[in-house]
């Protein structure tokens, strides 16, 4: 999670230098959680991480250069120009990749383990990542139902981060507590501090194991706060400054700091170590992107068919 | 013996399962009991646990469909009714759609549409949706017209490595009817001259196309040679086969059973307008349904839709040109 704060930054200050096209969305607030995910994840499991789990991303085995050459549209990267920032992955290693409709990945982790089922693949979990504001879609009702009418082993990770965009929970909905849903679909449902890397870690680890286990969906809902803009575009002046110093408002980095240091896993010497390593590692990211070559649209095939025989080619400038 | 088209699409179905272990049929009513139109009939019988129903969620059920893909699984996707395909529109054209082509990873799932009007379905379940899912890059649009394409095509549409909207016309289901399945086909790609004339070129496809010969029978009692073009597939669409004929005709007429606003008609009239002006002795000409959602009574449904009677006034108004 230290490594994602600090890759974050990194995307932030390119993005401020006018580096980076498009948006740039940080995880910052949310990354215990994010990293508890991609900790309870082997390989052959499935991830459908969502904008702010940089940390999940990392833990579940995506390189910084990997992060780096999609924010920077190297052609290098894993999409190769055609999609940048949070929209990358590589979906034949597990790690889907988001497209921005929320909710619209739930479904797609369960054709995964649908597709692990029918193949013959046991102990296979899959973790799709929402927010509070993805709860109100169709997509994610129909998706929850789905997995729990087919009983898949998928746990849905709700970041209840207080806002969707600009968008306070009062007006998202209406239930006492989003994680009373469960209880609507048949399904177990838990609830964890965000910002508690401990708490996320034994929750996620329950939650994954229970779904390895055959019990079944599980819904995890967390209470965080974003502490960031939805982008960096967004000042975020909403933001109601009563909730940034409530509990679930502590920065789930500086809480894992002290926990680390409280429960004697290490000192303080040793973290600043792990700092510096971070940093070196993304410097040394962004480094190689800065002297990579950007897309060529010469050289682009402008072909959204694998079937390349099929596909049309044309494009209304006559023969 | 003879097979209907509804047939030959469920034994299209029943050879792709038994061909291939990865293909699975997925959608609402499919299993048990065989399918609202019984395009499933007896699957979920001889391929147990691979012929499943769906709950009602066609978001869910394209979603799921394009995740199973990534894992190499071959879906079959069947939506009730074509019309219901827009409750899982963006998981078609921004999730299946897309991902080849962000991801490099291909998406192999075969969503079939029963589509069209029959007398008495009504606004929601009589849509002609081929156009709006012909507009998205990224997607092969089938509409086959004969029992032999709906067996043929069926069967490539679940080879093919990209993802297939397969477009079967519900009025074809029970009357048309072949003699026996086919052994070999056109490629996907490829027109077919339904029925050759050198005095006008009549393009259609799905259940247009037998209104056009209708047409072409009819006007040859006139003494008029009308060519009939069948598309087969309208993405990729063969303008080499349609201009081909237009050369040896000079005009063109297109019909579609869709809304007339853009679609398959305007892009026909478009590209052979654009790439082939000179082959063409008067302005070409398109007829569609009505710009109405479909109606239900018979008599309005009649006239909302092109049929052989209001296509032969087109054409002959064309011939006197």
């Known amino acids: 999670m230290l490594l994602a704060r600090i890759l974050d930054d990194k995307l932030a200050s390119l993005y401020r230098g006018g580096k980076i096209h498009g948006g740039v969305f940080l995880g910052r607030g949310q990354e215990a959680l994010s990293v508890s995910i991609g900790l309870s994840l082997r390989k052959q499991d499935i991830f459908a991480p969502l904008i702010r789990d940089a940390a999940g991303r990392l833990a579940f085995g995506e390189t910084v250069l990997d992060a780096v050459r999609t924010y920077m549209g190297s052609p290098l990267g894993p999409m190769r120009a055609r999609d940048g920032n949070v929209h990358r992955g590589k979906p034949r290693e597990g790690l889907f990749v988001m497209i921005s409709h929320l909710g619209a990945m739930i479904s797609m982790v369960n054709g995964a383990l649908l597709a692990h089922r029918f193949k013959g693949i046991t102990g296979t979990v899959g973790v799709a990542s929402l927010g509070e504001g993805g709860t109100s879609t169709g997509a994610f009702h129909e998706a929850l139902n789905q997995a729990a009418v087919e009983r898949l082993p998928l746990v849905l990770v709700v970041a209840n981060n207080e806002y969707a965009y600009s968008t306070p929970t009062s007006r998202q909905f209406a239930c006492r507590d989003l994680v009373d849903k469960a209880i609507g679909y048949g399904i177990k449902g838990h609830d964890v501090e965000g910002n508690d890397l401990d708490a996320c870690l034994r929750l996620l680890q329950d939650a994954v194991d229970r779904a390895r286990n055959g019990q079944g969906p599980q819904l995890v809902v967390a209470r965080l706060l974003r502490l960031c803009g939805h982008g960096e575009h967004d000042m975020a002046d909403y933001v109601d400054p009563r909730l940034k110093s409530a509990t679930h408002g502590r920065d789930c980095l500086k809480v894992a700091e002290e926990q680390i240091l409280q429960q004697g896993w290490t000192d303080r010497s040793c973290l600043e170590t792990w700092r510096n390593e971070a940093i070196h590692k993304v410097e040394e990211a962004v480094a190689i992107v800065q002297r990579e070559p950007a897309p060529d649209p010469y050289r682009e095939n402008w072909c959204a068919l694998a079937s390349k025989h099929l596909s049309e080619g044309f494009s209304g400038t006559g023969a | ?321």
Request: charged share 20%; glycine share 8%; net charge negative.
């Open chain 2, 1 to 321: 013996m003879s097979i209907t088209y509804l047939e030959a699409i469920r034994e299209a179905q029943a050879k792709a399962l038994a061909d291939d272990p990865r293909v699975y049929i997925y959608g609402q009513d499919v299993g048990a009991f065989g399918g609202a139109f019984k395009a499933t009939k007896n699957l979920a019988q001889e391929f147990p646990g691979r012929v499943i129903d769906a709950p009602i969620s066609e978001d869910a059920i394209v979603g799921s469909a394009v995740g199973a893909a990534i894992e190499g699984m071959r879906p079959i996707i069947e939506m009730q009714f074509a019309d219901f395909s827009t409750t899982g529109f963006n998981q078609i054209v921004n999730q299946a759609a897309t991902l080849f082509w962000r991801t490099n990873v291909p998406c192999p799932i075969t969503i079939r549409l029963p589509s069209g009007g029959t007398s008495g379905t009504g606004p929601f379940h009589s849509q002609s949706l081929e156009a709006i899912y012909a507009h998205y890059p990224g997607l092969v649009v089938m509409t086959p017209a004969t029992v032999e394409d709906a067996y043929s095509m069926l069967l490539e549409a679940v080879v093919i490595d990209d993802p297939v909207i397969f477009c079967e016309h519900k009025l074809l289901y029970y009357h048309l009817k072949a003699e026996k399945l086919p052994t070999e086909a056109l490629p996907t790609g490829k027109a077919r001259i339904a029925r050759p004339g050198r005095d006008m070129t009549l393009v259609a496809y799905s259940a247009m196309v037998h209104e056009a010969l209708a047409v072409a029978e009819e006007l040859a009692l006139e003494g008029s040679e009308v060519e009939v073009v069948d598309l087969r597939s309208i993405k990729p669409l063969d303008t080499d086969t349609v201009m081909a004929s237009v050369a040896r005709t000079g005009r063109l007429l297109c019909v579609g059973e869709s809304w007339p606003w853009g679609g398959v008609t305007a892009e026909v009239i478009a590209r052979v307008s654009s790439e082939g002006f000179g082959l063409l002795d008067v302005p070409p000409q398109r007829l569609n349904a009505k710009d109405t959602p479909v109606p239900y009574h018979p008599s309005l449904w009649a006239a909302h839709r092109p049929t052989a009677r209001s296509i032969a006034a087109a054409a002959r108004k064309l011939l006197r040109m």
